[in-house]
């Protein structure tokens, strides 16, 4: 009977020890499966979006802008960032959009 014990004791403490270890990590390690998204810290305010063409101002944003971010202007004009410096972003004309086709018929 004592080696089961021993064999049960060593189970339990083995169980234990694994249930310890993940633990550890989870709370260790940032998991951003589930949970609250934050807001990742930024150095700037508001992000501007300037147009490539004549440099006016397309949009002010308050997250970060990144190359190849899309948007698409009061009149229809799709624009696509080109290039980021700091808090100023470029974006480059691309096409404009026709909004008749997305009409329900």
Do not use: W
């Not at 949970?35 to 101002?57: C, F, L, N």
């Not at 698409?72 to 960032?81: A, C, F, G, L, S």
């Amino acid at each position: 009977m004592s080696l089961l014990r021993k064999r049960l004791s060593i189970l339990i403490l083995g169980i234990l020890a694994l249930l310890i270890g993940v633990a550890v990590l989870v709370f260790i390690l940032p998991f951003k499966g589930f949970g609250v998204s934050q807001k990742p810290e930024q150095p700037y305010e508001y992000y501007y979006i300037y147009a490539e063409e004549d440099g006016r101002e397309l949009m002010r944003v308050p997250i970060t802008i990144n190359i190849g971010d899309e948007l698409i202007t009061e009149d229809n004009k799709r624009y696509k960032v080109i290039k980021v410096d700091g808090a100023k972003g470029i974006a480059q004309y691309v096409e404009t959009i026709s909004l008749e086709e997305y009409k329900p018929k």
